[in-house]
C-alpha cells in the first residue's frame, strides 16, 4: 500500500493547489506554438514525398518562385554540405537530398505573403522521381532480397555478413543460459509483433523562425526542449549555437516526440532566403503523421524457462525493430526494459536496429519498454496460465530489490516493485467477479528515469517574491510541482513562487522535457539553487545582528538565531530581507547546474477487466487500475494524471492504433478519423494508487512519474482477451477484426 | 482569389473581416479575429480542439467557412468567462486538474458547456460519448469527465 503519512511531514508537498497556468489555459489565452505571430511575418509550407522510397531526378521550383507573394523556395541545395553521424540524419530527414526514403519525406519548402499562397506554390513545385522498390516491415527489411535502403549506414557493431538494412547490432546478457533453460520445469519461445503508432499530441507542430544574413536568428517553437532545437538546428544549417535563440511556446503534448526537429530548420532557411522575415510553418494532422514522431514497430522473439513454483530460471529474448529511414529504433531500451522486473541469473539480449522506408523514429513515452513488456509480459502470462499459477504471485516471486543485479547490468538502488505488486494485491478491482466473456490482465512496467543536463536559477524579487527559471518545457504540470517544492524549501506560501521556463538566452544548457526527467532534476536543481539564496539571506541576517553567519538557520521562511547561543533576535522574514537587500549587498538569487544525481527508477504494475464481443471481437475496457512507484508525489492530481493519460496511450496502442501502410508504401491512414485514439466512450474512469518509496537521490524523494504508465497496458489488455476468450494476440493492435479471427481459429 | 467582407458577432462584439473564401471560420478566428484559443488539431472535424457555437450550434470551426459566418453569431472560449468570473466549468477544470498540456481545454470547454446547457445533470456515459468527438491525449478523460459532472452538480445547485 502506499505509504501513508508521509505527506504529513510537508507544509505543501503532497498537496493539490491550482496550477498557475491554469486560467490562462482554460480561457483561451496560453500561447502554443501556432499563436504566435510577428509583424511582416511570411506563411511557410512544405513540398513532400508521394513515394516510400524514390530517387529525385529534377526538382524545378521556377513555376512556384514566379508565383507573386512567393518570397522564398528552399531545397536541399540550400543546405551545408560535409555533414556526418546523427546531424547528417537530421538534415537527410529536414529535406531530402538524392533519394527520398518515406511517404511524407520534405523534398521543398516555400514561404510566401499567405499560407494560401504557400500552398498553392508548393503545388507549383515539379520534381521528377524514379520510383524504387521499398519495404515497410521488419521482418521484410532484413530478407536478403530487400531493397537497401542506404548503403554504408551500419555501425561498428553490426558483424561482418549481416543484411544491409541492419545498422546497429547488440547482444549482452549473463549467466549460463543453457543450464538455466535446463533447470526449468516449463521452457516456452514465442514471436510477438507491435505496429508502428504516433505520439498522437494534439497539437501540432508549429514554430516562427527569423535568420538574417547575418547567420542570427530567433525561433520561437512548440517543443520539449528549446536548446535541442538550437544544436539541433544549428547543426542542419551549419550555425553558430549561440547565435541562435530559441523561446519555447506552450506545448500542446509531446510524449517525446517534441525533442527533436522536423521542418524547424525550413523556417529559419527560408526567412535567410526571404531577406530576414520571419516565416511561420504549422504542421497539418496529416503532415504530423507522415513525417513526425512515429515509434519503431519491433518483432520480437522471447524465451523462457519456468519452474513449477514460478521461478524464473533463465530468459532470453531477440528483438527486431525498425525506426524508419534512419538508426535509431529504441531496441536497446526494449531490451533493457523487458526482463527488469525479474530477478534473474541467466539472461541474453541480442537486438536488431533495422531501417525501413517510413519516417524517422521520435521518442515516444517510455521509448522501447512498451514493446520489450508486449513479448515479456505476455509470454510470462502464458506460461503462468499453463502452469495455473496466479500472475502477480509469480512477479512478486520474481521481483528485483533493493541491491539486486538489474537483468541489463547494474545494480537496482531504492525501487518500489514489491510495494507496487503488495499495492495491486490488495486493490478491491482484484476482488470484482468476473462474468462471461469477460477476463483480466496484470502486467508489469519499467523505466529508468533520467537526470540529463539541467541548469536552473531563482533570484527573489524586493517584496519577497521568488522567481524560478527552468529550462524543462510544462506539458503536465510541473510549474505546479516545480513551485511547491521551491516554496516548501523556503517556507513561503505556494503563490509567491512563479516558475517560467525560459529561452535559450537565459541559462545554460538544458536536455528537454523527457524521459521523466523535469520535476526530478529541475526540481533538485530549483532546490540547490534556493539553497544559495537561503545561505546568503542567513548572511544578511547576520551581518545586522552583528553574529556570525553560521549562527543563522533558515526556517519557517525566515533566518533565525540558531539556538540559544546564537544570541536573542526576533526572525528576520524573507520579506524583510528582500526589501532591503539593495542597501545590504545587492540582489538575491541562487543558480545551480549539473548532470543531477540519484535518478530513481519507477516500476508500475495494471490490471485490467475486460470484455469482448464475441460477435463483433470488440473489447471493452470495463476497469482499469494503474499502481505505480512515484517516489514522492509532489502535486498528486498530476501523478495521477500521468499515470492515467499514460494508461490510455497504451490501451490506444494495444486495440486501435497503427500505422497502416498500402502496396504502395503510402501511409493509408494520416488524419484522426482513421489513425483512432482512444476517445472518451471507449473508457472507463482509470483508478490509480500512487506508491510512494522515496528516491533517496532527491530532496523530496522524486523519482519521475510520466512514462512507466504506457508500458503495462499492451501484455495487460492480451492477458485479459486471453481469459476472456482463450484466444492469444501476439501481434498488436487487437483490432475486433484480429480478436475475432483469433475467435474463429480456436472454435476450428 | 478575390475576399468576401463578412460581419459576425463574437462573443458579443460586432466584428468585421475579410475571409478568403478557402478559409474556414477557424482560420478566421485565429487569423483575422486576432482570437487564438480555439485550436486546431486535425482541420478535418475529428478532434474537436476547434469547437466554437454559431447562432448557438456547437460546431466544428474548422469544418465551417469563415464567409458562412456572415450575419451569425460565433461564442469562442474567450467569451466563456463573464468578466472576472469563470464558468463553473472553466474553473472545475482548473480544481480537478483537468487538463495537462491544456491543448484540447478551449474545445472540451466550449463542448462540454453546449451539453451543460441542453442537459443539466447528465450522467457519467451521457458525458463520455457528448465529449467522444473531443480528443485529448494526455488525461485518459477520467479528471476531465469527474470536472464536466462537478460543473454540472453546482449549476444545478445554483439553479
Ligand atoms: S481542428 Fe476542427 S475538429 Fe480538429
Ligand atoms: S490536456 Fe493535452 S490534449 Fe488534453
Redesign the pocket.
Same mark, same amino acid.
Given at each position: 500500500m502506499a505509504k501513508d503519512g508521509l505527506n504529513t511531514e510537508f507544509r505543501l508537498v503532497g498537496t493539490r493547489p491550482n496550477r498557475p497556468d491554469g486560467l490562462d489555459k482554460v480561457t483561451g489565452r496560453a500561447r502554443y506554438g501556432a499563436d504566435f505571430s510577428l509583424p511582416g511575418m511570411l506563411h511557410g509550407a512544405v513540398l513532400r514525398s508521394p513515394h516510400a522510397h524514390a530517387k529525385i531526378l529534377k526538382i524545378d521550383t521556377s513555376k512556384a518562385e514566379a508565383l507573386d507573394g512567393v518570397k522564398a523556395v528552399v531545397t536541399r541545395a540550400d543546405f551545408p554540405e560535409g555533414l556526418e553521424g546523427e546531424d547528417w540524419n537530421l538534415q537527410e530527414n529536414t529535406m531530402a537530398g538524392d533519394k527520398v526514403l518515406y511517404d511524407g519525406h520534405a523534398v521543398a519548402a516555400v514561404a510566401a505573403t499567405s499560407k494560401l499562397l504557400a500552398e498553392e506554390a508548393v503545388r507549383l513545385i515539379e520534381v521528377e522521381y524514379e520510383v524504387l522498390p521499398h519495404v515497410i516491415d521488419v521482418d521484410d527489411a532484413i530478407k536478403p532480397d530487400a531493397p537497401v535502403i542506404r548503403e554504408g549506414a551500419s555501425d561498428a557493431s553490426v558483424p561482418e555478413g549481416m543484411p544491409p538494412n541492419v545498422v546497429r547490432y547488440m547482444e549482452f546478457g549473463r549467466g549460463d543460459l543453457e543450464a538455466g533453460f535446463a533447470a526449468a520445469d516449463l521452457v516456452r519461445e514465442n514471436t510477438y509483433k507491435t505496429e508502428a503508432t504516433h505520439q498522437g499530441?494534439?497539437?501540432p507542430h508549429a514554430c516562427v523562425g527569423q535568420m538574417g544574413s547575418d547567420a542570427k536568428g530567433e525561433m520561437w517553437v512548440c517543443t520539449q526542449g528549446q536548446w535541442f532545437i538550437r544544436k539541433m538546428c544549428c547543426a542542419v544549417l551549419g550555425l553558430e549555437a549561440s547565435q541562435l535563440r530559441v523561446t519555447p511556446s506552450e506545448i =500542446? =503534448?509531446g510524449f517525446g516526440g517534441k525533442t527533436t526537429i522536423f521542418m524547424e530548420p525550413l523556417s529559419l532557411a527560408l526567412s535567410r532566403k526571404a531577406n530576414g522575415r520571419p516565416v511561420k510553418i504549422v504542421m497539418s494532422r496529416s503532415e504530423v503523421l507522415r513525417a513526425t514522431g512515429p515509434t519503431a514497430s519491433g518483432s520480437m522473439d522471447v524465451k523462457i524457462g519456468m519452474k513449477k513454483d514460478g521461478t524464473l530460471t533463465a530468459a532470453r529474448a531477440e528483438f527486431r525493430m525498425q525506426g524508419g529511414a534512419f538508426p535509431g529504433a529504441p531496441v536497446d531500451m526494449a531490451l533493457y526494459c523487458g526482463f527488469a522486473p525479474y530477478k534473474l541469473d541467466a539472461v541474453e539480449h541480442v537486438g536488431y536496429d533495422v531501417l525501413a522506408n517510413r519516417p524517422k523514429c521520435a521518442a515516444y513515452r517510455a521509448p522501447g519498454s512498451p514493446m520489450g513488456a508486449f513479448a515479456v509480459e505476455s509470454l510470462i502470462d502464458e506460461m503462468c496460465r499453463e502452469l495455473g499459477l496466479d500472475p502477480v504471485e509469480v512477479r512478486m516471486k520474481n521481483a528485483v530489490r533493493e541491491g539486486d543485479q538489474s537483468s541489463y547490468g547494474p545494480k537496482f538502488g531504492s525501487i518500489g516493485l514489491v510495494e507496487v505488486l503488495e499495492a495491486v494485491k490488495g486493490h478491491s478491482n482484484l476482488a470484482e467477479p468476473l462474468g462471461p466473456n469477460q477476463g483480466r490482465g496484470v502486467a508489469s512496467g519499467y523505466w529508468f528515469n533520467h537526470n540529463g543536463e539541467t541548469s536552473v536559477s531563482m533570484s527573489i524579487a524586493a517584496d519577497g517574491t521568488v522567481q524560478v527559471s527552468v529550462g524543462t518545457p510544462d506539458i =503536465?504540470g510541473s510549474r505546479a510541482s516545480l513551485s511547491l517544492m521551491v516554496a516548501e524549501h523556503l517556507g513561503i506560501p505556494y503563490e509567491d513562487v512563479r516558475v517560467n521556463v525560459v529561452e535559450t538566452g537565459s541559462l545554460g544548457e538544458n536536455e528537454p522535457t523527457h524521459g521523466s526527467r523535469a520535476t526530478f532534476a529541475s526540481g533538485k536543481a530549483a532546490i540547490l539553487s534556493t539553497d544559495q539564496a537561503i545561505k546568503e539571506m542567513c548572511r544578511r541576517a547576520a551581518n545586522e545582528w552583528g553574529i556570525d553567519p553560521e549562527a543563522v538557520e533558515w526556517a519557517d521562511g525566515a533566518a533565525q538565531p540558531a539556538g540559544p547561543n546564537a544570541g536573542k533576535f526576533p526572525p528576520m522574514s524573507i520579506k524583510e530581507i528582500a526589501g532591503k537587500m539593495g542597501e545590504t549587498g545587492g540582489p538575491i538569487s541562487g543558480h545551480h547546474e549539473s548532470l543531477p544525481e540519484g535518478v530513481g527508477a519507477s516500476f508500475g504494475a495494471h490490471v485490467v477487466d475486460v470484455e469482448v464481443d464475441p460477435e463483433t471481437g470488440l473489447t471493452k475496457i470495463l476497469r482499469y487500475l494503474v499502481v505505480q512507484d512515484a517516489g514522492r508525489a509532489i502535486h498528486p492530481s498530476y501523478v495521477e494524471g500521468q499515470y492515467q =493519460?499514460g494508461a490510455v496511450q497504451g490501451i490506444g496502442w494495444a486495440l486501435n492504433e497503427e500505422y497502416i501502410y498500402g502496396e504502395d508504401g503510402r501511409l493509408q491512414n494520416p488524419i484522426f478519423l482513421d489513425y483512432r485514439i482512444p476517445v472518451a466512450s471507449d473508457l472507463p474512469m482509470i483508478d490509480t494508487v500512487i506508491v510512494e518509496v522515496p528516491n533517496p537521490g532527491h530532496p523530496y524523494g522524486v523519482r519521475g512519474v510520466g512514462e512507466t504508465g504506457i508500458t503495462p497496458p499492451l501484455p495487460a489488455i492480451a492477458s485479459a482477451i486471453h481469459q476472456a476468450t482463450g484466444a492469444r494476440l501476439r501481434h498488436l493492435p487487437m483490432t475486433p477484426q484480429k480478436v475475432r479471427a483469433a475467435m474463429k481459429a480456436q472454435d476450428s | 482569389m478575390s475576399k468576401h467582407h463578412v460581419t459576425t458577432t463574437v462573443n458579443g462584439d460586432a466584428v468585421e473581416f475579410l475571409a478568403d473564401p478557402r478559409e474556414t471560420l477557424l482560420d478566421c478566428l485565429r487569423d483575422h479575429v486576432g482570437l487564438t484559443g480555439t485550436k486546431e488539431g486535425c482541420g478535418t472535424g475529428d478532434c474537436g480542439a476547434c469547437s466554437v457555437e454559431l447562432d448557438g450550434t456547437l460546431v466544428c470551426s474548422c469544418l465551417v467557412l469563415g464567409v458562412e459566418a456572415n450575419g451569425k453569431t460565433v461564442n469562442t472560449i474567450e467569451g466563456m468567462a463573464s468578466g472576472d468570473a469563470l464558468h463553473p466549468l472553466q474553473r472545475k477544470f482548473i480544481e480537478h486538474a483537468? #487538463?495537462?498540456?491544456?491543448?484540447? @481545454?478551449p474545445g +472540451?470547454l466550449v463542448a462540454a458547456k453546449a451539453l451543460l446547457d441542453k442537459n443539466p445533470d447528465p450522467t457519467e456515459e451521457e458525458v463520455r460519448y457528448w465529449l467522444a468527438g473531443n #480528443?485529448?491525449?494526455? @488525461?485518459g478523460y477520467d479528471k +476531465?469527465i469527474r470536472a464536466v459532472m462537478d460543473a454540472a452538480a453546482e449549476l444545478r445547485e445554483a439553479a
Open positions: 499530441y494534439i497539437e =500542446g =503534448g =503536465g =493519460g | 483537468a #487538463l495537462q498540456c491544456g491543448f484540447c @481545454t +472540451i #480528443l485529448c491525449r494526455c @488525461t +476531465i
